[in-house]
């Protein structure tokens, strides 16, 4: 089972490359802020109706980060998360 301290950390781990990623290339900032919006979401999910949301909001989110271009540094590495993110809340309601 997937636990909700497990979810969090891989969405701490995507915010910290992220803002590595802005401290390199400042036009990564908007899709930074994106990723904030759902900070409170991913310390509290607890039921079925939030993992739904930040499903969604982590598939909007591959989508828009295709609109960037990450450095060779951390560019694998962001999208590997939210990919790793959405597998561990797909795990968290099956």
């Known amino acids: ?31 930074l802020d994106y990723v904030l919006l759902y900070e409170n979401k991913f310390s ?10 930040l499903r969604e909001f982590l598939r909007g989110a591959n989508r828009f980060a295709d609109e960037f271009s990450f450095s060779d540094r951390h ?11 959405y597998d561990l809340l797909d795990t968290a309601i099956s």
Request: charged share 10%; aromatic share 6%.
């Open 75 to 85: 560019g694998s590495q962001i999208r590997a998360l939210i990919k790793s993110l």
């Open 44 to 53: 509290g999910t607890s039921t079925t109706a939030d993992v739904q949301q």
């Open 1 to 31: 089972m997937v636990t909700i301290e497990y979810i969090k950390a891989h969405y701490l781990q995507l915010l910290t490359l992220l803002q590595q990623e802005v401290s390199l290339n400042q036009s990564a900032q908007p899709f």
